[in-house]
């Protein structure tokens, strides 16, 4: 799966991608991440990407020139599933946008800064837009990261089968049960009897048991319907 991801702030992208688990999906040559730093593409010498809103107001829009010029040239090479702009007033993100994101194979995402992109932006290329939560952030390049992070973490042969993800709170509609190591016993705080029983069967009713009782606690809207 190719990943390329159009930013005006690239270096914030650099941490995150060449760290533990998206870094050894990159190794193993089950992903590609590729940063554009759409500065690149900037409509003068000055490296100007953006521009006031027509009609007033604070704060800057990109423009949507750079933005062409960096989709083109991706999309000459290439075609592309999907084309995500990260944005706060965009479909908020869950465990089943990640999964059907995880099918595609070659996605482009816009980060946003500032007021946001030009409209034009928005009807011209965008497929889907996507917010992480009901916050504002000063870009979108922690959000991308984030999504990249959940779609790549359930690629089969990412994760090594002891940290499946198929055991991940959400990906059966419920929170994760609680999980122990050792020592069974620390300054009087018990482990679970039934978790050192060896009784694999019971083992798994329990968690069920805990993961229902989890998200009745905390989440119950997951249970509705
Ligand atoms: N850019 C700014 N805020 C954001 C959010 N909440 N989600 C995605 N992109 C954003």
């Not at 005006?8 to 998206?22: E, N």
């Not at 490296?47 to 949507?64: K, N, P, R, S």
């Not at 916050?135 to 990249?148: I, K, Q, W």
Request: glycine fraction near 8%; hydrophobic fraction near 40%; aromatic fraction near 8%.
């Amino acid at each position: 799966m190719r990943f390329d991801i159009i930013s005006c702030q690239p270096d914030l992208l650099d941490s995150p991608f060449s760290h533990s688990i998206l870094k050894r999906a990159q190794q193993k040559n089950l992903v590609e991440i590729h940063i554009h730093d759409l500065r690149k593409y900037a409509v003068n010498k000055h490296g100007q990407i953006d521009d006031y809103a027509f009609g007033g107001g604070a704060g800057m829009v990109m423009m949507i020139e750079p933005i062409d010029k960096c989709i083109s040239a991706l999309k000459a090479e290439r075609n592309y599933d999907a084309v995500i702009y990260m944005t706060p007033d965009g479909q908020t993100l869950n465990q089943s946008i990640v999964n059907q994101f995880s099918l595609l194979q070659n996605i482009i995402i816009i980060c946003g800064h500032y007021k946001g992109v030009d409209e034009r932006v928005r009807q011209q290329f965008v497929t889907h837009e996507i917010s992480i939560g009901d916050y504002v952030l000063s870009g979108g390049e922690l959000g991308a990261a984030v999504l990249t992070d959940a779609i790549i973490r359930i690629i089969p042969g990412v994760l090594n089968d002891e940290s499946s993800a198929l055991t991940d709170s959400f990906q059966d509609g419920l929170l994760a049960p609680p999980v122990y190591t050792r020592p069974a016993e620390y300054k009087g705080l018990q482990v679970p009897e039934i978790l050192l029983s060896g009784d694999a069967p019971k083992i798994e009713q329990w968690r069920f048991e805990q993961a229902i009782e989890r998200t009745k606690q905390r989440r119950p809207d997951l249970l509705d319907g």
